[in-house]
């Protein structure tokens, strides 16, 4: 008389099935657990993902210098390089709080850009909005706690800088 598969066999099969059932499945968007930087410009409130920028650093000495590009406000040293900055609120068109910019976003690319903002309120996993955004330079919406966060396009932002500034993207490799 047989008494059925041997409970080894059972649980071979289960966890066949559960392997099986995890490539059937829909993958799990990577949204749901990123965290975002929370960040404060003229008195807005904004989230930025990590993975766009190269660094967050406290506000240095900015150097102004002369440019047809008004949101330049300046040159700082870091690490050794001197790095131009400019005023994240301009770029967004929103009107310059009264504060000061004590923070800067390190904008990644062949040359650094930093983005200098008033306030770091910082870092969360929020719940991500489905919602898009029609302002300029954001991507998407988020909220953080109880406030609803605008998620800023740092890469739309550097190159929109780029583009004003007239400087051309990297040189692509010529074919052979």
Excluded at 80 to 107: E, F, H, K, Q
Excluded at 127 to 144: D, F, P, T
Excluded at 149 to 164: F, M, N, P, Q, Y
């Amino acid at each position: 008389m047989s008494e059925g598969p041997a409970p080894e066999m059972d649980a071979l099969a289960q966890l066949k099935s559960g392997f099986d059932q995890g490539f059937a499945a829909a993958p799990r968007s990577s949204e749901a657990r990123e965290s975002v930087i929370l960040i404060r410009v003229a008195g807005e409130v904004f989230a930025i993902r990590p993975c766009e920028i190269s660094g967050l650093v406290k506000s240095r000495k900015i150097v102004p210098m002369p440019s047809r590009v008004p949101e330049l406000l300046g040159v700082t040293a870091l690490r050794g390089s001197l790095i131009p900055v400019y005023d994240l609120a301009a770029l967004l068109d929103i009107p310059r709080g009264t504060g000061g910019l004590s923070w800067m976003i390190l904008a990644p690319g062949d040359t650094l850009i930093a983005l200098a903002f008033d306030g770091f309120e910082g870092q969360q996993v929020p719940e991500w909005l489905s919602e898009q955004s029609e302002r300029q330079h954001v991507r998407q919406l988020v909220r953080a706690g109880s406030t609803i966060r605008a998620v800023l396009d740092v890469r739309g932002l550097t190159e929109a800088i780029r583009k004003s500034a007239g400087v051309k993207g990297p040189a692509k490799e010529k074919e052979q």
